[in-house]
Each structure stands twice: as structure tokens, then as C-alpha cells.
């Protein structure tokens, strides 16, 4: 009996001895990264800490990618540390434990797309309590468990882009449809009232002959497309302010008699549309430039962390090539109005 | 069993047992993990920066309460040979309850209970769909993981119910003065010591044994199966509920796709504790031990500033080794056993040599499952 016992202790020391040796190579390499900003903390006062780490939804997600460059090309700027963590999953509770260990590790801000408004709070104030500065860019938490929150885009400003981009295309007159996303969604349906009140005061030739949804599905959005094109045989634009519904919209005209003859627009990601930007089915979309998005809370993080901001109404600060912003009421930080990608700029995204 | 039989033989040629009581003990698979838990904690504490500190182990508990909760049931539906794949479906649910009631204004405790039914009733559900039409619980049980969750996002769709009293969030997530150590290890070691002596110290947790031995044997013993199974379905149900209650406050957020996934975590750190996924053994120390040491892992990772993908790999590589070990150390022992069978036949034995080769020669079944 002694060789099994022996060759079974054998297997669980090698097992742990394994598990050990992950644990130290992991840390080693990357230790340093933790190590100097916990001594940047350490030291306080004097230098600021000027360790950023982004939490996304989730990792591997193209639109956060692209955004935490931005912020890793702001932090380079000036000189700070940048590091990115974030869970596989975009789960409601996933960010708690991430922001825990950023709270231990001491970081100097953490700038977070928050999962649930709710269920990182309390992770959120206590990483605040220790002296670690919180700014929100893309989807917000409750307004006091932050610094600053960076918003995209308001939603007068997507309205109008979305008006002023239909009008161009269709030559500012003739029937346009809105292929939306599910019937009560609070965001969609928030902006076709704005955009109804900017059409009836400043394009009284554009009728607006129809809202339809989606339900914020690819083969629903397509059937809704090709029904109003047969039920609207003089319609000149379809505008969807939804990701799902421009694509799935915008791949129908493309294979129909209608590509090129009814404009479609609306909000769309790059990587969705780019053969629809190429072919000439749509001439062009609106979304805010994520990168900017990122950039600019790296900016925020530095000025809450230097304390040239403290997130009250009218501080300003410095965000190098975007130039100066100014908090808003709420602590509310507005990135500007929406991008609008075109066949020129089309291939400087990979979103 | 050796006892009874020591009782009627009155001369016996070979031990009660085949080794010592230390080493029945401490040789086992729940000590090696035990011990792996142990070494990965000094480990880390010395390497990784920030580990030691004592936050780092209220965190920990914190996220791996829901967890140790829903692994003791677990444990015990695993060792009858069946499985739950819907626990973390029935924590969305009774989160979703629980929310939907306190803002229809019933009083905190009243929907905690109604929450608890709910699970209750879910397990039911899993428990009378197994036993009573007989059907097996994998296939039983993913379907009620889609319907569970079906149910919890629908009533409350993708919004949450937030706003909760902070005399109840705080409780959720405060510790036992003068302590690292969060309020809710309270609860949970409460029930650890009850489902540790259900399983390891009554009828009622050798016929959940002799179960996942063999059901039929166990029939003919007098064990009532299909009762058992069903009660242990009922309390995954209720235990898993309680988790989504907890769950609930300590993120302050009622959501139905709280706790999504959840369910692998729980039968990985069971696995990984040493409970075999065809039922028969496995110790409730083993399973705690497991979960800590996916926890304790997880913790000194992400602090050590590794992704999230490695620390999937890692453990997964980790529930890999701990799922094969069994079956490799079987092969070796009976490959060993065999070589020394030889041996003892070609040394022409004497009928006394042959008589004490037979308990070691020839690993017996229910020995060879104690020992795994």
C-alpha cells in the first residue's frame, strides 16, 4: 500500500505546488505594475497617484476595447500608469470584486462602465472612502456613488444628429419611417419624441409616416423593413436609433431595387456597417467616438486626482487634444455631440 | 461493517482496518485539499501584494457565501448520484420575489419567507419531476434552469428593484465585531453543522450514501429513495432561495439574471472538494475546503493583476486534475495490487501467507470507495 499512498500525496503536493507556482509566476510578472502603484500611493502628498484602471462590462467586448485605448493614449499623455481588469462577463454583480481588489491595491481612480447602477455602490463608496476617485464613462451608477460620470451623448444631441443626417440625405422633404427597437424601450422611444418635435418645427417637408419595432432582433428589424418598404412605395429614409435595427435594415436595402434610392441612417457601430458605408446603402450614421469616451475620463480621473476637480457644478478641467470641459449639474461630464462615421472616416474604427 | 462481522467470526486472520486511525484521517482527499487551501494561502499571502491583509478575507467570504450556501445541499444531492443545475436560476427567482414583494410593500421578513417558499417550491418541483414521473435529474434540472430564469427576468423584465432598507443591506454585508470574518459565515455554519451531521451522523445521510452506491441496494435495505432524494431537492430549493436573499442585499439590487452561472461554480467547488460525480462518497469538509480554495485562487489572482480568462483556465485546469486523480490513482493501485498478486503466487505461499495477502491483495469494493 505504501507506493499508492506515497504516489497519491506525490499527486496533491504536485497539485498544489502548481497551483503555488501560478500564483508567484503571475504575480511576479505583473507585480511590479501593482507593486509601483501601491508605493505611488504610499507616498502620497507630494506626487500624485496616478494609477488609472478601467473596468469595463466585460473584457473582450470591441466597443470597451476601443474606449480603454483611448484612455491608455490619455494616461501615456500624462505620464500616469494605466491598467485595464474586468470580468468575462457583463453580470450585474461581476465588478464588485474587481473594484475590492482595486480598493486594496490602493489604485488612484477607477474609471468603470457600471453593469448595474446599483449593485457595485457599496463597493464603489467604500473604494471612495479609501481615497480612490471614481469616474463613471458610459453607462452611469447612482449619482452619489461617483466622481464624475462621463456621459456620451444627451439626448437632444442624438435626436438632432439623427434629423440633421435623414434631411441631408433625403434632400430635406418626402416620407421617412423609424424602425425602432422594442415598443417600450425608456431610451428609444425618449428620442423619437425629440425627434418628432425637431422634424414638425424645422423640416415641415419631411413627413414622418410611421414608427415601427423591431423588438430589437436581426430577422424582426429585416421583415419590418421589407414590410414598410412595400406598405410606403414613395418613402424616401428609414432611420433606426438602434444598433441591431440600422444593420438589419440597412442589409435588406442593400439586396433589394431600393439600395440607394431610400436613405437609411441612424446609430450604428462601424464594424456593423462598414460594407453598408462601402456599397453606398447608407451615406452615413451617428454614434459617439468610444475612444474620445475613454480618453476623456483618463482625463477626468487625473483632474479629480491632482484635486483640480471635485465633481461639483462648473469645475473645469484640461483634456489635452478635446480641450476644456466643464462639469455639469450631477457631476455629469458631456463628451460632446455624437460622431458621425462616413465613408472618409469609416476605416479609422474597429468597433 | 468490519465491526459486525468481527462480531460473528470470532477469530478473524486480518485487521479491522487496513491502515491506522491517523492515517484514515489525514490521508484522505478532503485533507489534500484542505492542505492545498493552506499551502495557496501562505503562498499568497507572502507573494502577492495586499493578500495578507485581513480585508482581503472579508471580501473573500463575502463572494463566496452564495456559494458555500448552495454547495451544502449540493453536496448531498451529488452523493445520491443526481445533480441540480438549476440553483442559480432559483437564486434569480428568489431574488426577483423578494424585490417584487418589498416594493409591493410587504414588510422585509414577510417576503424573505415568501422568497424561501418560492425556492421551496422549486425544488418540489425539480424533486417531484425526478422521482415521482422519473425522470433524470440533469435532464430535469436543465430544463428548470431555463424555466426559473424564464420566470425571474419576465416578472421583473430588465429593470431592478433597488432601495432597499440600509439597516437590511448593511447586514448583509457587515462583520462580526472585533473580526475580518462577515455576519452571514454566521448563518452558514450554523448550516454546515446541520447538514454536516445529517449526512455524516444519521439514517437518514447513509442512505443518502448507500443511495448513490447503488439505488437499488439501497431500496432493498429499507432506504426510502425516492422520500430522500425528494427532500434533498427541496432543501437545494429553500438553501438556494436563502442565497438569493442574501445575494439581494448585499448588492441592494432585486434582478433576475442575478447570480446567472452561478450553478457551475457551486458543482466545481463539490467536485473539486473530493465528491464523486457518480455519487457514493464524498465529506461536507472537503466540499467547504473546495469552495475556499477556488475563492482563495480567484482573490490572490485578480490581486496579482491577472485577467479574468486566466483565472477560468486555472481553476478549470484545477477541477480537470481533481476529477482524473481518482481514476489515475484506481489504475496505479490495481496495477500495484496485481504486480504484488504475482508475486505472492509465485513465492508458492503457505495457506497462512495466502490468508494475509487477501485483505490487501484484493481491494474489496467498498474499501476501494473509502479510499479513493
Excluded at chain 1, 444598433?243 to 439586396?255: D, E, P
Excluded at chain 2, 430564469?149 to 437590511?168: E, K, M, Q, Y
Amino acid at each position: 500500500m505504501m507506493s499508492s499512498r506515497t504516489f497519491r500525496k506525490g499527486s496533491f503536493a504536485a497539485l498544489a505546488m502548481t497551483a503555488a507556482l501560478v500564483v508567484s509566476g503571475c504575480s511576479s510578472d505583473s507585480g511590479s505594475e501593482s507593486t509601483s502603484s501601491a508605493t505611488g500611493g504610499a507616498e502620497g502628498g507630494s506626487d500624485a497617484n496616478l494609477a488609472i484602471t478601467f473596468l469595463p462590462k466585460n473584457l473582450g467586448n470591441a466597443y470597451f476595447d476601443t474606449s480603454n485605448a483611448g484612455g491608455a493614449e490619455a494616461i501615456e499623455e500624462f505620464g500616469g500608469t494605466y491598467a485595464e481588469v474586468g470580468p468575462a462577463e457583463a453580470a450585474p454583480d461581476a465588478q464588485v470584486s474587481y473594484i475590492n481588489t482595486l480598493t486594496q491595491q490602493g489604485v488612484g481612480a477607477i474609471a468603470v462602465s457600471a453593469n448595474d447602477p446599483e449593485a457595485i455602490c457599496d463597493a464603489l463608496n467604500e473604494a471612495r472612502d479609501n481615497d480612490v476617485k471614481v469616474v463613471t464613462f458610459d453607462s452611469d451608477t447612482n449619482t452619489d456613488c461617483r466622481d464624475v460620470f462621463i456621459n456620451q451623448a444627451t439626448s437632444e444631441g442624438i435626436a438632432q444628429v439623427q434629423v440633421d443626417l435623414i434631411a441631408e440625405q433625403i434632400g430635406d422633404e418626402g416620407q421617412i419611417a423609424i424602425l425602432s427597437a422594442t415598443a417600450n424601450a425608456t431610451n428609444q422611444n425618449a428620442w423619437i419624441e425629440l425627434m418628432e418635435g425637431i422634424l414638425a418645427e424645422e423640416h415641415p417637408n419631411i413627413e414622418l409616416v410611421d414608427v415601427v419595432y423591431g423588438d430589437d432582433d436581426d430577422q424582426t428589424s429585416f421583415d419590418k423593413t421589407a414590410a414598410l418598404l412595400q406598405t410606403y412605395p414613395d418613402l424616401k429614409g428609414i432611420v433606426s436609433p438602434t444598433t441591431v435595427g440600422i444593420a438589419a435594415a440597412a442589409r435588406y436595402l442593400s439586396t433589394s431595387e431600393y439600395q440607394g434610392e431610400v436613405a437609411i441612417t441612424g446609430l450604428g457601430t462601424p464594424n456593423q456597417m462598414r460594407s453598408y458605408i462601402e456599397d453606398g446603402t447608407s451615406a452615413g450614421f451617428a454614434l459617439w467616438n468610444p475612444a474620445d469616451l475613454g480618453y476623456l475620463a483618463a482625463y477626468a480621473s487625473k483632474a479629480l486626482i491632482e484635486g483640480e476637480i471635485t465633481g461639483a457644478e462648473g469645475d473645469t478641467f484640461e483634456a489635452g487634444k478635446l480641450g476644456e470641459y466643464t462639469v455639469e449639474a450631477d457631476g455629469v461630464v458631456l463628451l460632446g455631440d455624437p460622431y458621425v462615421f462616413d465613408a472618409d472616416n469609416i476605416g479609422d474604427f474597429d468597433f | 461493517m468490519p465491526n459486525a462481522v468481527a462480531e460473528r467470526t470470532a477469530v478473524r486472520t486480518y485487521k479491522n482496518y487496513s491502515r491506522p486511525a491517523w492515517q484514515r484521517v489525514l490521508l484522505t482527499r478532503e485533507m489534500a485539499i484542505i492542505a492545498a487551501v493552506i499551502g495557496v494561502y501562505i503562498v499568497a499571502a507572502a507573494v502577492v501584494p495586499n493578500f495578507a491583509a485581513p480585508i482581503t478575507l472579508t471580501y473573500l467570504m463575502l463572494d463566496i457565501a452564495a456559494i458555500l450556501l448552495i454547495a451544502l445541499p449540493m453536496t448531498m444531492i451529488i452523493i445520491t448520484g443526481e445533480i441540480d443545475l438549476s440553483v442559480a436560476s432559483v437564486v434569480g427567482l428568489s431574488s426577483v420575489t423578494f424585490g417584487t414583494l418589498y416594493q409591493a410593500g410587504l414588510p422585509i421578513p414577510l417576503a424573505m419567507v415568501a422568497a424561501l417558499a418560492a425556492g421551496a417550491v422549486a425544488g418540489f418541483i425539480n424533486g417531484f419531476l425526478v422521482t415521482v414521473v422519473g425522470l433524470p435529474s440533469l435532464a430535469v434540472t436543465i430544463g428548470t434552469l431555463a424555466l426559473f430564469r424564464g420566470l425571474a427576468v419576465g416578472i421583473l423584465g430588465t429593470t431592478a428593484v433597488t432601495g432597499f432598507p440600509d439597516s437590511w443591506t448593511d447586514l448583509a454585508t457587515s462583520k462580526i465585531p472585533g473580526t475580518p470574518i462577515p455576519t452571514i459565515m454566521v448563518l452558514f455554519v450554523v448550516l454546515a453543522i446541520i447538514f454536516a451531521l445529517v449526512l455524516h451522523a444519521t439514517p437518514f445521510g447513509r442512505g443518502v450514501f448507500a443511495i448513490g452506491q447503488s439505488s437499488e441496494a439501497a431500496r432493498f435495505s429499507g432506504v426510502r429513495v425516492e422520500r430522500t432524494k425528494l427532500m434533498l431537492f427541496v432543501a437545494s430549493g429553500t438553501i438556494a432561495a436563502l442565497a438569493g436573499i442574501y445575494y439581494t442585499l448585499r448588492y441592494g439590487s432585486a434582478r433576475g439574471d442575478n447570480a446567472t452561472g452561478l450553478e457551475l461554480s457551486v458543482i466545481a467547488a463539490v467536485l473539486l472538494g473530493g465528491v464523486s460525480i457518480f455519487g457514493g462518497r464524498g465529506a461536507l469538509h472537503g466540499v467547504i475546503a473546495g469552495v475556499f480554495l477556488i475563492g482563495i485562487l480567484a482573490s490572490a489572482l485578480r490581486l496579482a493583476n491577472v485577467t479574468s480568462d486566466v483565472i477560468n483556465i486555472i481553476t478549470g485546469t484545477l477541477l480537470v486534475i481533481s476529477v482524473i486523480s481518482p481514476s489515475l490513482l484506481a489504475w496505479a493501485r490495481s496495477t500495484w495490487a496485481r504486480q504484488r498478486g504475482k508475486r505472492a503466487a509465485a513465492g508458492g505461499a503457505a495457506p497462512s501467507a495466502v490468508g494475509s495477502a487477501i485483505p490487501d491483495a484484493q481491494p474489496s469494493p467498498p474499501q476501494q470507495k473509502e479510499e479513493q
